[in-house]
T-cell receptor
């Protein structure tokens, strides 16, 4: 079966760095997505990792280890607007099917 | 380039009725995937259409169906609505091609079943 785990909630301070972890057990794994979703809005694409390693995109970075079934999203210089749900999703191929975790609700405080 | 559009944005239906939701992908994208999002279950995959063919299907009852037209626009239909079908229905379009698997979501249709 498909299983994706991520913490339910995290709290961090404005200006700080936060790391959101995601572990997965899936069949036919082809890559790992991260999305950001603000309350009442659609998910917006943040990153897509296929190969092991770190990919940096501005304040956001994403890491993947295929052998460990592990990924993380790193957010630097946190801003209040980063308060949102962060969704980890495994791309399992056989078409464009994504299996999502339940999301990590990040709260950024002053 | 215009993003993914979904209509209607909000819908209220009664148990037993049926509903049709529409999704227009990003221009040039040929794959459309549908997801259901609820507070309890999160985002769950319904099905995916590519070139008018259903390519993948999630674990939903047969009341949930879809189709795709030659212009890549897609519709999903839910028949005999149940209270538990109240959810945000999201569609996502994918460009396809090597290394181009990013899925971009539309704003969603919020369905309330009373």
């Amino acid at each position: 079966g498909q299983n994706i785990d991520q913490p339910t909630e995290m709290t961090a301070t404005e200006g700080a760095i936060v790391q959101i972890n995601c572990t997965y057990q899936t069949s036919g794994f082809n890559g790992l997505f991260w999305y950001q979703q603000h309350a009442g809005e659609a998910p917006t694409f943040l990153s897509y990792n296929v190969l092991d390693g770190l990919e940096e995109k501005g304040r956001f970075s994403s890491f993947l280890s295929r052998s460990k079934g592990y990924s993380y999203l790193l957010l630097k210089e946190l801003q209040m607007k980063d308060s949102a749900s962060y969704l980890c999703a495994a791309f399992t191929g056989g078409g464009n099917k994504l299996t999502f975790g339940t999301g990590t609700q990040l709260k950024v405080e002053l | 380039k215009a993003g993914v559009t979904q209509t209607p944005r909000y819908l209220i239906k009664t148990r037993g009725q049926q509903v049709t939701l529409s999704c227009s992908p990003i221009s040039g994208h040929r794959s459309v995937s549908w997801y259901q999002q609820t507070p309890g279950q999160g985002l769950q995959f319904l099905f995916e259409y590519f070139s008018e063919t259903q390519r993948n299907k999630g674990n939903f009852p047969g009341r949930f169906s879809g189709r795709q037209f030659s212009n890549s626009r897609s519709e999903m239909n839910v028949s005999t609505l149940e209270l538990g079908d109240s959810a945000l229905y999201l569609c996502a379009s994918t460009g396809g091609g090597v290394g181009k698997n990013e899925q971009y979501f539309g704003p969603g249709t919020r369905l309330t079943v009373t």
